[in-house]
């Protein structure tokens, strides 16, 4: 490159970018001493629709703080936010989900929330269970914005018409033994699978190494199982695809978590494991008849947890910290607002604001809270944020998968290749 | 001489037929209802309904689709004029003068193509933050005003070449100078490739969702294509169809300007009176 | 080195100097008058972040943390301990020596195929170029996995021909393909750029030949085709520029994810993985400086070759 950029060209970048990092963010303080906040999310429209509803309120009895809102789709959102946190411009208030809260919090881009517990936020109505999920490095760091838990979701016609039984009663269980020929059947039986291959999702994996009292991660950050544990699962779960209790390859390699996308709702299933929170997303797009009943499990261990689907948290560069620690709290804590949210993310993470909604529920958001109540003895702890590195874990994951699905490497060489992968990425 | 035309016209519509199928399907998809957007695979839904229209033009954020499509237009024109007035100029110097650092600066140009751009976006990010112009539509147009658009001005290099020097000669010895010779034979020549540019600034930027994404914060100063992203991400499938339905929209309009533009690119250079 | 390897041949391009005239000292000022948007473009838009990343490839840079100086680091992460950088490299070749080829020739048919003026050429044109407006948005990936997923139109056309592959996006042997056909599809940009390079073919000489007697593939070998090699370069180069970094049409259809298998993982996928979704600029940006050297080393012997091949009107003493 010209020799001229060479001179002139790094130490003003340099220059600049080191701007960016000491420059503040997000709204400022206009001369009438009101504050102007950014408050960032993604979802659809009918979350974006309650979302600005409960602003409006909120700005209604803060006459001093002033919310400009701003909402897209997940890809999108994590674009945009990652490019202008980067640049030093990044909102006052956003929403996360376990995937991301520990890649952000990990390179201090979210203020340590612990001086606002208690004073501006809230916690005392929101279980402990719950508010794990939003500390990282034992500090709240972020407050979860609602609460889900793993479900199996089905559609009961082709399960009883091939005489297979799902326990979705409150308190019944069932082993992978049973699930495994319950799904069989089905395949055997109907023109669809059983259930989609959910090999693919660390997420699940996550839940049946809790089952056997291991963890994804451990609590410093660590990759917390060996390649001899992801070969048993992966077999496991391979074990299904033969006799069509789980989808074809073709199918699988399509998964990418939302639910328009999915295995069941494009009519290759007739069961899926996914998290509560989508129920409403299956309700429309699958139709009224699903119906949810717990993960399998071989031990006293249901591996099911209180997870936040989404947390907020505040950007630590935000110059008013205080006024966007206040929008939380009434985000997650009050009543009006809640009525106004209802199960947008999840049910409300505050008990009081989720019986008044699930007491008042339909549908859909009936539907979650059933399961919710159904689990609620099995449902443990939240397993906690995952790390930094994380993100690329679960995108190493599903790629690895794939190849195991495609016959492409035996499943013991890619479960090494998952551990080895995943070491590097969480050491950086 | 007939049965050479319908033979053509046979050709062109066979190629045609093949190369359209996506895009009547994708025109059908819109009309379809909401179930039966992803599971009939024809183009054309068992019952054809405007509903995804319907609801396009009532949801779009707090406003109507003509403010997005105004905003989109502003950018598209700014681009338009931005690019084919600053690479036309560029192009003439690397082109046609001579001046010390023309190779190295050539090179350098050719390189900044060659780039992957995540990697400048955040640099390039910081910098229009500095100057203040986040959140306004400076980020996308004031580039195209300083030509950073290479594509466009290697075109044009490539097409000023292609002139004969003769002509400049000509116009020399009439007293132009370079202004003149650029003003009075490379302009009204270049034509074509100013067309080539003009089109091709005004679809790429009416698309370029990306840097829209990035610089824009707020729904009143949205995009099209920005405010078709909305829709993206709805938990249910009921989404898709007024996406496809705004993508409809959103090609309607850089349609009619490429329709409207590429009759120029048919009248012929140095002919006379030779009808096009 | 890059810088040399690449100015040497548009060098050896520019016209030799004319000899030491007034005309050349007096045109430097006009010459750096007209190139006065672009040169303030370059000094306030383009080489800071360019120079900011080949700083940042030399770093540990995550986005959010300020960058840490790593050295040669990440180039030799990249070069011996990842897999996945070679296979990147791997198929983004495949996708080039496929796509260009294919995506020119049928721009450059279609372009001779229109060069006519006939009634109704302006909507064929127009209908030509409809795929290209599309460009590559969410719409598009849900048209060409309809078209491209088992049971699709595609594998409905192929079966009845007695081709039975099943779907190609959904199986990693064929997935490929279907970027390449998507490439190929919107052959629209360089099939206007090769109709206006058409149109610069001045009629004259046709009409001249045509007097001499030339038929018209005497004409087209003799007149048009060297009239438009310059056309063809830039082209040529382009293409095979932006082949190396299609990004956007492999992004959306795999929904980011360059599978099924990593059959599309293309080079600027995994780049773009890497930086934003990894959180590891630094190591992004050194992949970026990677591929920037072996696009300038192709487009560099692009462009000596092109001294054999390309007839320039416009150059003196040829």
Redesign the interface.
């Known amino acids: 490159m010209p020799r001229l950029a060479r001179r002139a060209g790094v130490p003003l970048t340099a220059a600049l970018l080191l701007s960016a990092a000491l420059a503040g963010c997000g709204g400022g303080a206009s001369d009438d001493g009101s504050v102007t906040l950014r408050f960032v999310w993604w979802g659809n429209e009918d979350r974006a629709k309650v979302t600005n509803q409960a602003v409006e309120e909120f700005q209604r009895r803060n006459p001093g703080i002033k919310v400009e809102t701003e909402y897209s789709g997940y890809d999108a959102y994590f674009q945009k936010l990652s490019t202008q946190v980067a640049g030093g411009a990044g909102p006052d208030l956003l929403q996360l989900d376990r995937a991301t809260v520990g890649e952000y919090a990990g390179r201090g881009v979210l203020a340590d929330l612990t001086e606002h517990v208690g004073g501006h936020i809230k916690t005392d109505d929101i279980p402990d269970t719950l508010l794990a999920g939003g500390e990282v490095g034992g500090k709240q760091h972020a407050i979860p914005a609602g609460q889900t838990t793993q479900m199996l979701v089905f559609d009961p016609a082709p399960f009883t018409a091939a005489g297979a039984t799902v326990p979705s009663a409150p308190g019944e269980k069932w082993t992978w033994a049973q699930f495994a020929e319950a799904v069989n059947k089905v395949g055997a039986a109907g023109s669809v699978a059983g259930t989609t291959d959910f090999g693919w999702a660390v997420d699940w994996f996550e839940v049946w190494l809790h089952q056997n009292g291991e963890a994804l991660y451990t609590g410093d950050g660590k990759l917390g199982f060996d390649a001899a544990k992801l070969t048993e699962y992966w077999t496991m779960v391979s074990a299904l695809r033969p006799g069509k209790g789980a989808t074809a390859p073709e199918v699988t390699t399509k998964m990418d978590g939302s639910v328009q996308n999915s295995g069941m709702v494009t009519k290759q299933s007739a069961s899926e494991i996914g998290y509560d929170s989508s129920l409403t997303g299956y309700f429309t797009s699958y139709g009224p008849t699903v119906r949810t009943a717990p993960l399998p499990s071989d031990t006293a261990e249901s591996g099911m947890a209180a997870l936040p689907p989404v947390l907020f948290g505040v950007s630590q560069r935000s110059k008013h910290k205080d006024a966007a620690a206040k929008l939380l709290d009434f985000l997650v804590n009050d009543p009006d607002a809640g009525k106004v949210l209802g199960a947008s993310r999840g049910v409300p993470p505050n008990s009081e604001v989720r019986e008044q909604v699930c007491g008042a529920a339909v549908d859909a958001t009936k539907l979650v809270c059933d399961h919710e109540s159904a689990q609620e003895d099995k449902i443990g702890p939240s397993f906690g944020p995952w790390p930094t590195g994380s993100a690329a874990v679960k995108r190493d994951f599903q790629r690895t998968y794939d190849d195991v699905i495609f016959n492409r490497v035996g499943i013991a060489e890619a479960a090494e290749r998952v551990v080895r992968d995943a070491e590097q990425a969480l050491g950086s | 001489m007939t049965a050479r035309k319908v033979l053509w016209h046979g050709i062109v519509l066979a190629a045609l037929a093949l190369l359209l199928y996506p895009v009547v399907w994708l025109v059908g998809t819109s009309f379809k209802p909401a179930e039966e957007v992803l599971s009939t695979l024809s183009p054309l839904g068992d019952d054809p309904t405007t509903d995804n229209y319907a609801q396009v033009f009532d949801g779009v954020g707090e406003f109507g689709v003509w403010h997005y499509f105004g905003n989109s237009l502003l950018v598209s024109l700014g681009a338009v004029v931005g690019n084919v007035v600053s690479c036309a100029l560029a192009a003439y110097a690397f082109g046609r003068l001579h001046f010390r650092g023309r190779g190295p600066m050539f090179g350098f140009m050719m390189i900044t193509i060659m780039l992957p751009h995540h990697v400048v976006l955040i640099p390039q990010y910081v910098i229009f933050q500095q100057l203040d112009m986040v959140n306004t539509f400076w980020p996308l147009v004031l580039p195209k005003f300083l030509a950073t658009d290479a594509f466009f001005v290697f075109l044009m290099v490539q097409f000023i070449r292609t002139l004969p020097r003769e002509l400049d000669e000509a116009a020399t010895l009439d007293g132009c100078g370079p202004a003149g010779v650029f003003r009075h034979v490379v302009l009204p020549l270049l034509r074509p490739a100013l067309i080539t540019t003009a089109i091709f600034s005004f679809i790429w930027s009416w698309n370029d969702f990306f840097s829209q994404l990035i610089y824009l914060n707020d729904a009143e100063r949205f995009t099209l294509p920005l405010a078709l992203q909305l829709f993206i991400d709805q938990a249910t499938q009921s989404a898709f169809g007024p996406m496809f339905a705004m993508s409809v929209l959103a090609l309607l309009p850089i349609g009619l300007f490429f329709l409207a533009f590429q009759r120029f690119l048919v009248e012929g250079v140095a002919t006379s009176g030779v009808k096009g | 080195m890059?810088?040399t390897a690449?100015?040497?041949p548009?060098?050896a391009q520019?016209p030799p100097?004319?000899p030491r005239a007034r005309r050349?000292r007096a045109?430097?000022g006009?010459?750096?008058l007209?190139?006065?948007?672009?040169i303030?473009?370059?000094a306030?838009?383009?080489?800071?972040?360019?120079?900011?990343?080949?700083?940042?490839s030399f770093t540990?840079y995550?986005?959010?943390?300020?960058?840490e100086w790593v050295g040669l680091d990440n180039y030799t992460t990249m070069v011996t301990g990842d897999q996945r950088f070679w296979h990147a490299a791997g198929v983004t070749t495949r996708y080039v020596l496929l796509s260009v080829p294919l995506k020119l020739g049928l721009a450059l048919a279609?372009a001779l195929?229109?060069n006519r003026?006939?009634r109704?050429?302006?909507?064929?044109?127009?209908?030509?170029?409809?795929?290209?407006?599309?460009?590559a948005?969410?719409?598009?990936a849900?048209?060409?996995r309809?078209?491209f997923s088992?049971?699709?139109?595609v594998d409905?056309a192929l079966s009845a021909l007695g081709l039975d592959l099943?779907?190609w996006v959904?199986?990693?042997q064929y997935a490929l393909y279907t970027l390449v056909a998507l490439a190929a599809?919107q052959f629209g940009?360089p099939m206007?750029?090769f109709?206006?390079?058409l149109?610069?073919?001045?009629?004259?000489l046709h009409e001249a030949a045509a007097i001499d007697g030339a038929g018209p593939l005497r004409r087209f070998t003799a007149i048009t085709v060297p009239?438009l090699t310059?056309?063809i370069?830039?082209n040529l180069?382009?293409e095979v520029?932006n082949a190396?970094?299609a990004?956007t049409g492999a992004f959306v259809v795999s929904?980011?994810?360059?599978?099924?298998?990593?059959s599309t993982l293309l080079y600027?996928l995994y780049?773009?993985?890497r930086?934003?979704?990894?959180?590891?600029?630094g190591y992004?940006?050194a992949m970026?400086?990677v591929?920037?050297a072996v696009?300038?080393v192709i487009?560099a012997l692009v462009f000596r070759s092109a001294r054999r091949w390309v007839f320039?009107?416009?150059?003196?003493g040829r």
Do not use: C, H
Not at chain 3, 49 to 55: D, E, I, K, N, V
Not at chain 3, 137 to 140: D, G
């Open positions: 890059v810088d690449l100015t040497r548009s060098r520019a100097p004319p050349a045109g430097q006009i010459a750096y007209f190139l006065s948007p672009w303030a473009g370059a306030l838009l383009t080489i800071g972040p360019m120079a900011a990343s080949l700083y940042l540990d995550n986005l959010f943390d300020p960058p279609v195929l229109l003026s006939r109704g050429v302006g909507l064929y044109r127009s209908a030509f170029y409809a795929p290209s407006l599309l460009g948005s969410v719409s598009v849900l048209v060409w309809a078209m088992t049971g699709g139109t409905e099943g779907g959904d199986q990693p599809w940009a206007v750029i109709l206006a390079g149109k610069q073919v001045p009629r004259e009239m310059p056309v370069l830039f180069v382009l520029i190396f970094q990004f929904s980011g994810r360059g599978g099924p298998s990593d600027p780049l773009y993985q930086g934003f979704t990894d959180f590891r600029m992004a940006s970026a400086w591929l920037l696009v300038a487009t320039y009107a416009g150059e003196e």
